[in-house]
């Protein structure tokens, strides 16, 4: 385990290191998560991409201390500001949540209790870390939940979790996330229970928090246009296994694990004639017990061969280097000979890059990014562009 | 709100009237079976008989005999027992309710507080041996049926250790009045109402750690943690307050059972003329008149009782509230 830490400044917000999360079963260990690692540095935003049951929640429970199941194995090291988040007594832990991280839940419905108000239960999160009275606490909800977007924020803090649409609790939900000031926002899926217009306009305001709350933000998604839309750096988890991981940018225009490339040949392109079928992904994750012992996703991929199966799974290779140190080529921001001097900024769990025969880019890559210059993240979000607001 | 109110109201009404209506058909309108002989008692004088038909109407027809009889349950108040030489029935049950009231409200207290504070501990040290003890003394207070148990408290503070300094301050057998000593009163229904909450505080503490357990389970109860709110908060604030919209309802129901007469073992047991006892009594006696005027009374309390739950369900549970 690599403890030593390095100085505050130039250390990352969160560093994870070789994270691995088992629960036992009938007298068994089941690896849920597998060494997974990552940095996180402040005003980042992080996309944590994969299918149902990839580790994705269990990872971000895990670095909130929020699984207690009994038995359960939490090995590796998480930093956040220095401090090990693996082992921390839940006394010290309580302390971190809530005011330094905070966390925001798939379904807004049911992530507030029913009985009381949506006031009350941010008053109650400012309450149980800083010392304010009721009335100041419930000044700084109201602050908060018009900062959030909420229209009359006043008589909205005065109602019932069920009395509120979809898009407002989530709303309410990200201002009790927010009512601390946490440094680090972990988003579990914050907008799969909604539907596509209040999606979009809730993952503008995520993107807006790092500029007015200067929070980092680890966003736990399955969709892919959300990460296109929002994520400055991309980690794709594949049963419990990090597949690939870069800016979003370069994950995005030259995949390096097959499982990437598919996962982004399914969305359905935006011009161009429109495909009978969209490329789907064949067969299902192996369930974590029946998991590979080379390369989980070898009994899916096109491109498997004798290289792939035996273990241990294929290290992180790095794939891709920083497009803005190298020349603007698409040749050379691939792993090769002409571009050894910048930092390499993406990584593929996969043989392919070793053996001298990376995946091809994206052909869609010059078209998408000719037709998108000015946004950051610069891909047009797939699933629900048509959803965006304004 | 008021709507709300009005519109139970009329519910209640509706339901008292079919429930009035169906035990006056099975008492006084079976066929082959004259209600007049029975209500007379047995061996009456012919004279007698003349003097109850004439009374009840039972030679005019049913919808008559049934106003007859709402008439005097309800409006005269004068339905008289003839096994008991012309007792007037309503008074008795009005003589008898204040020590069921008694009884019933000393024995929910006992049975609330402790089951909160055994399924709360429980479910807060679930797993542990203090959880598995606390479930298993529940269990073998649901076990212990109460007349068996309130005549071995009986054995025990009564005749066997009564001459011992922890018994001796026990009364006999039988209730005294809350107005007239309420000291006394106290002491003549402490042993019973420990003896009736038993039971109640087994199933009350089992469902309620079952229903805290389901809750911790929660996404809420998630949220909560994720607040870094401390155990404690957790627990009572958010999973207590959540479970008492179920442990309410419960209540609801076992209490208007238990003050409509169904503590009847307890009651004869310990000697107390309650309602309870009153029916037994009614019960072995067939005196139709006062099985007719328990019977309706216990059927007001279970209805007006649901009423009042679904009141204090409007103010525990906003869902509810909206609803409407």
Redesign the interface.
């Known amino acids: 385990m690599p403890a030593e830490i390095a100085p505050p400044m130039t250390a990352p917000l969160l560093d994870v290191r070789d994270l691995c999360v088992s629960f036992p079963s009938r007298g068994r260990m089941i690896p849920i998560v597998e060494h997974v690692s990552f940095t996180l540095g402040e005003r980042d935003i992080l996309g944590l991409v994969g299918e149902s049951g990839s580790g994705k929640s269990v990872t971000a429970m895990a670095l909130?201390g929020?699984i207690d199941s009994?038995g359960v194995q939490i090995t590796g090291s998480a930093l956040f500001r220095g401090q090990e988040l693996v082992g921390m007594p839940q006394k010290q832990l309580?302390?971190?949540?809530?005011?330094e991280i905070?966390?925001i839940?798939q379904?807004p419905m049911?992530?507030?209790?029913?009985?009381?108000t949506i006031g009350w239960q941010i008053d109650?999160?400012i309450r149980?870390?800083e010392r304010l009275s009721r009335k100041q606490a419930r000044a700084r909800t109201v602050e908060l939940l018009a900062e959030m977007g909420v229209p009359d924020p006043a008589r909205t803090a005065d109602r019932?979790p069920?009395?509120l649409s979809g898009g407002l609790r989530q709303r309410a939900m990200i201002a009790?996330a927010l009512s601390c000031n946490p440094s680090l926002l972990i988003a579990d899926e914050p907008t799969t229970a909604l539907d596509v217009t209040v999606q979009a306009q809730i993952l503008d305001l995520i993107r807006s928090l790092r500029s007015t709350y200067g929070s980092s933000v680890l966003l736990i998604t399955h969709d892919m246009g959300v990460v296109a839309e929002t994520c400055d750096t991309t980690l794709v988890l594949y049963s419990g296994r990090v597949a690939e991981t870069g800016p979003t940018e370069v994950l995005f225009a030259h995949p390096g694990h097959p499982y990437t490339a598919a996962l982004l040949a399914s969305i359905p392109p935006l011009d161009g004639p429109r495909p009978h079928r969209l490329p789907a992904i064949a067969g299902a994750p192996p369930a974590p017990l029946e998991r590979p012992a080379g390369c989980a996703f070898a009994p899916r991929c096109t491109y498997v061969h004798d290289t792939c199966l035996p273990a241990p799974p294929p290290p992180l290779v790095p794939t891709g280097y920083d497009p803005l140190a190298a020349p603007q080529d698409d040749a050379t921001a691939q792993v090769s000979a002409a571009a050894p001097s910048t930092q390499p900024v993406q990584f593929a769990a996969c043989v392919l890059p070793a053996e001298g025969t990376p995946l091809p880019p994206r052909l869609t890559y010059s078209e998408l990014s000719a037709g998108d210059e000015a946004d950051a993240t610069g891909f047009p979000p797939s699933s629900f562009a048509a959803g965006e607001p304004h | 709100m008021m709507m709300a109110l009005l519109r139970r109201l009329g519910q209640t009404v509706f339901v008292l009237f079919g429930i009035s209506a169906l035990v006056f058909l099975v008492f006084f309108a079976t066929p082959g079976a004259d209600p007049t002989a029975r209500i007379a008692g047995r061996n009456a004088s012919p004279q007698t008989m003349e003097k109850v038909r004439q009374e009840y109407g039972f030679d005019r027809p049913l919808p008559v005999q049934y106003a007859t009889m709402m008439k005097k349950l309800f409006i005269t108040q004068d339905l008289a027992s003839y096994v008991d030489r012309g007792e007037l029935v309503v008074p008795e049950i009005a003589r008898a309710a204040p020590v069921t009231v008694s009884l019933v409200c000393g024995a929910a207290l006992i049975w609330v507080v402790l089951s909160i504070a055994m399924g709360t501990i429980a479910a807060a040290l679930k797993?542990t041996w203090i959880d598995r003890g606390l479930m298993m003394l529940g269990l073998i207070g649901i076990s212990m049926p109460v007349f068996w148990l309130g005549q071995v408290a009986n054995l025990i503070t009564q005749s066997r250790y009564h001459d011992t300094w922890l018994f001796s301050w026990v009364p006999g057998l039988g209730y005294v009045p809350l107005t007239e000593n309420p000291w006394g009163w106290f002491k003549a229904l402490v042993i019973p109402w420990i003896v009736l909450a038993v039971m109640f505080i087994g199933i009350y503490s089992r469902v309620l750690r079952a229903d805290l357990v389901a809750l911790s389970g929660?996404?809420?109860m998630?949220?909560?943690?994720?607040?870094?709110?401390?155990p404690t908060?957790i627990l009572l604030?958010?999973g207590l307050?959540?479970s008492m919209?179920t442990f309410v309802s419960l209540f609801g129901l076992d209490f208007a059972q238990l003050v409509g007469g169904g503590a009847l073992l307890t009651e004869v047991v310990f000697g107390l003329p309650g309602v309870g006892r009153l029916t037994y009594q009614a019960l072995t006696n067939l005196d139709l008149p006062l099985i007719m005027a328990t019977v309706m009374y216990s059927a007001v309390f279970v209805v007006l009782a649901n009423a009042v739950v679904d009141i204090l369900y409007l103010f525990?549970?906003?869902?509810v509230r909206?609803a409407r």
């Open positions: 909130m929020l009994p309580r302390r971190l949540r809530g005011r905070a966390m839940f379904d049911t992530a507030f209790t029913p009985v009381y109650e999160q149980a870390h019932y069920h009395q009790m | 797993g929660e996404d809420f998630r949220t909560a943690r994720a607040k870094g709110l401390s908060r604030r958010h307050r959540t919209v525990l549970d906003p869902r909206d």
